[in-house]
Each structure stands twice: as C-alpha cells, then as structure tokens.
C-alpha cells in the first residue's frame, strides 16, 4: 500500500516556474545535443511496481516538437502476438518529451513485455517488467545499486546485471546522476568528453538538469538494466545539490538562486526522467516474505546537517567542547532525517508488518545508519613514500579523539542523527522486527549490525558504488588494511571494503537474508567480468550477521 503524498516542492504551480527556466528543447545548438533530437531518444523503462500495477516510461520526439500520443502495448511473450492490455502515453515539451503511463490490473508475480507505438508507426524497444508477487515465495532477489557517477567510470555494473536472469527487481539508492560539474577532483576528461555528459558545468536549471539525465541515460548498461527489470528508484543528495536537507544544500549558493527553484528543478526533471510515481516515500509488499519501505531522508524532513568544526573554532579545549556538542546539539531529540510524519508512518507500518506475520522489514534508504568511527590507526591509509602533512595528521587526529567519545565521521550520515536513529531502531525493537536496512551513498561496502540500547536491533547491508570513487579518491594505502582499521575500531562493524566499485545482490528467503557484494572493473575498462565477491547473511530471529 503506498503513502498517497506528494513531494512538497511538487505543486502544479512550482513545475511551471521550474519550467519557466527552461528554453525549448530545439533551440539548443549542435553540440549541446546529448541525445536523439526525434523519434524514440532513449529506449524504455519501468518502475514502481506493486502487485497488481507498475508505472512505464520512454522518451519520444515527434518530428513537429510538439506533442504526441504513444499507443501502449503489454503482453506475455516478447512476440506480441496476443496482447494482454493496451494504453495510450502522451509525450511532449511540458516532460522533456517523456511519457509515463500507470498500468494497473497486472497478475502478481507475473512478468510482462512491453512497447510503445508512435502515430507515424515508428516502435521503440521492446521493455520487460512484472509486478510484485502474492502469497506464498521460496525467495525473492534483488539488484542494489548506488552513485553512478559518469565522469568517474564506467556503468559495468549495470551491465552486469541486466544480463542476469535471476533477479526479481532493482533498487536504486540514489545519486543516479551527479549534478556536479565535469572537471572535478577525479574526473576523467576521455569520460566526460567520450559519454558527451552535459552541460559541462555545475546543473542549477531545468534545461541542466533535463540534459544531465539525457546525457546519462544514454549509456547502453543503463538502458540495459531499465529494459529488463522494473526499479524501485529514491533521491540522494546529487540528483538535487551535494548534501542536500530540507531547506538547503551544503553546495548550494546565493549566486545559484533561490533554493526552492532549483529544488524544484531538480525534482522535476527526476520524475520526467524516472519511471516512479510522486510519492516520496512507500511501502512494496514482496509476496509473504518482506516488506520493503522506499524511505526519503533527504527533501521531505531532514534537519540541516551540524557543523562540528564551526562549533569547535577558536575553542580552547577542543576535546571538552566536542562532548558539549555531542550531548548538546548532536542529541537533540528534535533533529530528524524525515520528519514525524514519516517516522510515524514507518513506525505503524513496522508494527503492522509484524503483526502480520511477515518475516523481514527492509528499509531501503540513502545513508549509512551503523556507527562509523575513526580508527584509532590510519598509518596504513597512506603509502610509505606519501605520508602525511602536518595539517592532515592534526586532522586525522582530531577525528580519533572525537572517535573515542563516541562522535562519529560524517555528520550526513545517520551518526550525525542519533535521536532519530535510536527512534527508527527501537520502533524496530517494540514491533519485533527482523530488520534489514540498505544503504548507498557512501562509495564503499559495508556489513553492520545495528543495536539500540545494548541490545540487537537488525543488521545493515551498504552498497558501494556504480562508478563513484570512495575512500581510495583521497587514501592510497593497503585497502586490506584499511579495513582493518576500521573493523578494530568499530565492533558493530563486520566487514567492509574501500576501494572496489559494483553492486549487491540481496537474496531473501523465509529463513534468512544474504547480501553478496559483487566488485567488477569502472574506472578504465569497460567490462562485465566480475572480479571477486563477498556474501553474508543474517538468519530470521538472529539480528546479527555470519559469513555466507
């Protein structure tokens, strides 16, 4: 059952002022085209699916510029030869010519084929979707992904898994595309020059935004996976500015606009391009085994992220104002990741979940929730020739001792909000829940067991990256031992990995749950070779992980 709300900046009268900001498509030179100027420009999509509808999207330009009626065609064999259902899709500039239908009395569990006929007779790609199951599974597999990020590598791990034949659905966790400019830190020029990614600079407008998604979606992996799997898709920070909250971004400036235009910008261009409908938040029935809560914690209700190292300037006890901070400010019972609404809403919906005798309660959500510390040891985060400066080492040092009071290393992450987290954690806890949390956004892969109170709470999966670099975009030491580092320094933690790229494979069953991290090659070798995996696994009633 879904949460019928919309995005708050999503009003019919907001996404004419964000289109406003936006010249007609057709007037924009040669160069600037990052796609197909007609016809079907970027193959087929679904998404959203539930157990008896799932939303599908494609892309069509009509010769003219103006707007065209799609006829829809679903069926249960590729050839079409007896259709199940029809609809009709309209495309047109208002949606950058995107076109997304609902389409509703699906059988569960089953998979359909679908395509999109233009009037002129012209078809786009054939696309592959099903609804949830009902009833009564042996065991569900899902595709997580996160950070994909064009200019930093390839999207092998997309490819990877749309060549797959035995996943059931995708999810994404966001930071699909990267709103950045394309010079940054650790870009590669043949990337960004080789994928033609536009506009190079930082997106702000709507015209940015709708030509970041052109230029991404034009990569066959993505198009791949989005053909042959319907996706459950959620908002990061990138898909909207860097470190995003409520009411602002951490890089977002007055010289960008005001906040709430370039919010709705974004948000605009995120639903024309995605296949997913406008609730920012909603609950997946997957058959009798799970249920799946798609959170939002960055727009609805998240509190603006802390400062840690304004509070500590010109402090002459750093260490004692630091602890001032942590039971001040960093404890605030009223700071939220999403709001009492939707922590509400989780709430009861945990409680109904295991009342109904469903086995696992998934969050699918952006950011990490165990707690990460500093490790006490980072001398192996740095090669023997390259150690480091002073000015690093003091702040390495610093982040130790804020380590050791319990203060942890991003005030982005759900360590920089406590009070929230121990809520989400306890409400777990009250319902009996066998919680699963996954999470992105990080770049790098982590295995958490999750307590509240002393007690065991649920675990907690973090993908690493489609193609963002992570811990190995600044330390260029062993990553073994790196690892190492962190695992002595934080005892929820089990394992993790810093410096691989790919995807998880998250296999759910009535007894347990297993997570396989699979590493592929991104950032200079297209190829679909997996390289090495890692599997664990949490058993029904256990609330702690083993090795798989």
């Known amino acids: 059952m879904t949460q019928r709300l919309s995005y708050p900046y999503l009003t019919r009268r907001s996404l004419l002022q964000a289109a406003a900001l ?20 970027h193959s087929v999509a679904s998404g959203d699916p539930h157990q008896e509808s799932v939303t599908l999207w ?90 994909a990020n064009a200019t930093s590598g390839w999207f092998n791990a997309y490819g990877h898994a749309a060549a797959r034949d035995d996943l059931d659905l995708i999810v994404h966790l966001g930071d699909y595309i990267y709103e950045s400019r394309l010079d940054r830190s650790d870009a590669l020029e043949e990337l960004a020059i080789g994928r033609n990614i536009q506009p190079r600079h930082e997106i702000v407008s709507l015209l940015d935004y709708r030509l970041r998604y052109a230029s991404y979606r034009m990569d066959p992996d993505l198009q791949a996976i989005h053909r042959n799997f319907p996706i459950i898709a959620m908002c990061d920070d990138h898909e909207t500015v860097n470190n995003s909250w409520q009411d602002g971004a951490e890089n977002h400036g007055e010289h960008e606009g005001p906040w709430p235009v370039r919010m709705r910008a974004a948000m605009q261009a995120w639903h024309e391009w995605m296949p997913m409908e406008s609730e920012p938040y909603a609950r997946y029935d997957l058959g009798d085994l799970a249920s799946l809560y798609r959170l939002e914690t960055r727009i609805v209700g998240r509190s603006r992220q802390l400062d840690l190292g304004a509070w500590l300037e010109g402090k002459t006890d750093p260490l004692a104002a630091a602890a001032e901070f942590r039971d001040g400010p960093l404890a605030d019972p009223g700071r939220t990741m999403m709001g009492a609404v939707q922590e509400q809403w989780l709430t009861n ?75 989400i954690l306890s409400a777990a806890q009250s319902a009996g829940a066998d919680l699963v949390v996954l999470s992105g956004d990080s770049h790098n892969a982590w295995a958490f067991e999750l307590e509240q109170d002393g007690a065991p709470a649920g675990v907690e999966f973090a993908g690493h990256s489609v193609s963002s670099l992570g811990m190995d975009k600044r330390y260029f030491g062993d990553p073994p031992a790196i690892a190492r580092s962190f695992l002595e320094t934080n005892p929820s933690l089990k394992w993790c990995d810093t410096s691989r790229r790919g995807y998880m494979v998250v296999d759910i069953a009535p007894d347990r749950v297993t997570s396989e991290w699979l590493f592929l090659h991104s950032r200079h070798l297209r190829s679909h070779t997996v390289l090495d995996h890692h599997r664990m696994q949490v058993r029904k009633g256990v609330r702690r992980l083993e090795f798989a």
């Open 58 to 147: 494609t892309r069509y330009i009509p010769a003219d510029r103006g707007t065209a009626e799609l006829q829809v065609e679903i069926a249960r064999n590729l050839d079409f030869g007896q259709s199940v259902m029809r609809s009709v899709a309209k495309a047109g500039p208002e949606s950058d010519y995107c076109a997304k239908v609902r389409i509703a009395g699906l059988d569960p569990g089953a998979w359909y084929y679908y395509r999109f006929t233009a009037p002129d007779g012209q078809r786009s790609d054939i696309g592959r979707t099903r609804a949830l199951p009902a009833g009564p599974l042996g065991n569900f597999r899902i595709g997580v992904f996160s950070c």
């Open 349 to 423: 919906g945990l409680a109904a979940s295991c009342a109904a005798g469903v086995p696992w309660q998934i969050l699918a959500q952006q950011v990490i929730m165990g707690t990460t510390l500093m490790p006490r040891d980072y001398s192996a985060w740095f090669v023997p020739d390259a150690p480091p400066d002073a000015g690093k080492r003091a702040e390495l040092d610093l982040a130790v001792a804020l380590g050791q009071i319990g203060i942890g290393t991003s005030m982005d992450r759900w360590d920089g909000y406590p009070a929230a987290r121990g809520r």
């Open 22 to 41: 936006a010249p007609a498509a057709a007037l924009l030179p040669g160069p600037l085209r990052a796609a197909p100027t007609q016809g079907f420009t």
